[in-house]
T-cell receptor, first 111, second 114 residues
Framework: GQQLNQSPQSMFIQEGEDVSMNCTSS?????WLWYKQDPGEGPVLLIA?????ELTSNGRLTAQFGITRKDSFLNISASIPSDVGIYFC???????????FGKGITLSVRP | EPEVTQTPSHQVTQMGQEVILRCVPI?????FYWYRQILGQKVEFLVS????????KSEIFDDQFSVERPDGSNFTLKIRSTKLEDSAMYFC????????????FGPGTRLTVT
């Protein structure tokens, strides 16, 4: 079935640093979404991407939809302590209604 | 800002009991979803619902599961006879634009089956 790969499982950065997260798939996706999840809460939508090559920003966050439609990355610039959490990529093929999620990357920010 | 709400936040039930998890999607959204997340794992799709019927369901969504939109605002997930392995966070989501649109998630219901 469709799978989204996120690695590493955990990332540790210093406050103020930039960080980049990648998400790859062997399948083509028509929509890429990036979510952040805090412990015990639901995923919160950060950025949605709809076109191959699209680059979209939301404050300190920037995400791109890969040209091949098989990958996406999320950049966080000038990290702050509240950036701590689990970052999930999710994709939709457009042929169906479900979102396929990656396993997530746990981000820790050292003050 | 409109948001998806879910009740209860935590439900504890005994194995074999029926549970109903409730959701109020964002008011102008027409597409509704249930997902689950077993502790420490990724979010998994269960079912999608549009125009008062199931659009798609996963292998997890077997005969023990059912969904309903009993009125104009609520969207429910029923598990008829819970099993230990049903213990998970259950998230409701909704979208305005359909399958490829942005899906907004509720805070979740933590289901614990003992």
């Amino acid at each position: 079935g469709q799978q989204l790969n996120q690695s590493p499982q955990s990332m540790f950065i210093q406050e103020g640093e930039d960080v980049s997260m990648n998400c790859t798939s062997s399948s083509i996706f028509n929509t890429w979404l990036w979510y952040k999840q805090d412990p015990g809460e639901g995923p919160v939508l950060l950025i949605a991407l709809y076109k191959a090559g699209e680059l979209t920003s939301n404050g300190r966050l920037t995400a791109q939809f890969g040209i091949t439609r098989k990958d996406s990355f999320l950049n966080i610039s000038a990290s702050i302590p509240s950036d701590v959490g689990i970052y999930f990529c999710a994709g939709n093929t457009g042929a169906n209604s479900k979102l396929t999620f990656g396993k997530g990357i746990t981000l820790s920010v050292r003050p | 800002e409109p948001e998806v709400t879910q009740t209860p936040s935590h439900q504890v039930t005994q194995m074999g009991q029926e549970v109903i998890l409730r959701c109020v999607p964002i008011s102008n959204h027409l597409y509704f979803y249930w997902y689950r997340q077993i502790l420490g794992q990724k979010v998994e799709f269960l079912v999608s619902f549009y125009n008062n019927e199931i659009s798609e369901k996963s292998e997890i969504f077997d005969d023990q599961f059912s969904v309903e939109r009993p009125d104009g605002s609520n969207f429910t997930l029923k598990i008829r006879s819970t099993k230990l392995e049903d213990s998970a966070m259950y998230f409701c989501a909704s979208s305005e634009q359909g399958p490829s649109g942005e899906q907004y998630f509720g805070p979740g219901t933590r289901l614990t089956v003992t």
